[in-house]
């Protein structure tokens, strides 16, 4: 909210004084510049919202307002034949690329530019929840993937130069409602989380699924790695899932049952449950 003092207030000629309260920086000179304030106002389709009006012992008018500016889309892209779910900037190429995920069942990668369609991924038999760009492969490879979930329990993999699909994830039971990869070595890990109530860790290189982490008792609809390594170096337990190098770093998983749960990656625990949420 900024505070401005009115001097010099005429109806009859409208020249109006706005000068800033805090730093006495004069806004409007005249009428002419008043009107300018409600050109920007009125073109631009801002608001302008004035919260009271005070006049003073020197007959001065205080006036609190807050010009709100309204952003208008840049650019629009038109395909999808249904609501869109999820969207993802490329890391590569400059980030010129952006993907979608729809409950059209499909995945469509858009040229930022021009807003052209590039390319549409058809194979899922259900909508999808999530999509975003793959790191380890064109940190490996230089190959562009792109990597989707869907309600029909699958999460794929898409070559972009290719323009097809290589690689199926079907571990979980139920709709995979969100992924993440790993901060560490090079984005090779994968998190998936499920209505089935469980986590996934996969090993995107051998494709694999290293670790299943229960402990919600609802849908779990989103999850996060932790972009920097706590002070946490206990390694004595792995519970089967060996040294993948994500030691001091953990999960967070977001749910249905109203909790958030931390896990640790190496050791497979959960270290803390955050409760306060009362609804999903």
């Not at 706590?230 to 004595?236: G, I, L, Q, V």
Request: glycine share 6%.
């Amino acid at each position: 909210m900024k505070q401005f003092v009115i001097n010099n207030f005429n109806l009859s000629s409208k020249h109006v004084l706005f000068r800033n309260a805090q730093d006495k920086d004069k806004i409007i000179d005249d009428g002419q510049d008043l009107r300018h304030l409600w050109e920007e106002v009125l073109s631009n389709r801002n608001s302008l919202t004035v919260f009271q009006i005070i006049v003073d012992a020197e007959k001065q008018f205080y006036v609190d307002f807050e010009l709100v500016k309204h952003f208008h889309s840049h650019k629009t892209f038109f395909g999808h034949t249904f609501h869109v779910n999820s969207i993802d900037y490329s890391t590569f190429n400059h980030g010129r690329l952006l993907c979608s995920g729809s409950a059209d069942k499909t995945v469509r990668i858009w040229d930022i530019e021009t807003t052209k369609e590039i390319h549409v991924f058809n194979g899922h038999l259900n909508e999808v929840y999530c999509v975003k760009f793959l790191p380890y492969f064109y940190h490996v490879q230089r190959r562009a993937v792109i990597c989707s979930s869907s309600a029909d329990k699958t999460i794929r993999f898409w070559d972009i130069s290719n323009k097809k699909e290589f690689q199926v994830f079907d571990g979980h039971t139920a709709r995979v409602c969100g992924i993440e990869f790993s901060p560490f070595h090079n984005g090779r890990y994968l998190c998936s989380v499920s209505a089935d109530k469980t986590i996934g860790l996969w090993d995107i290189e051998t494709s694999k699924i290293l670790y299943v982490f229960n402990g919600h008792t609802n849908w779990i609809w989103c999850v996060a790695f932790s972009p920097l390594q706590s002070n946490n170096t206990n390694s004595k337990k792995k519970n089967g899932i060996g040294v993948i190098g994500g030691n001091g770093y953990t999960i967070c998983s977001g749910s249905y049952d109203n909790t958030i749960r931390m896990w640790d990656i190496e050791t497979t625990k959960e270290l803390l449950v955050f409760k306060g949420h009362n609804g999903a």
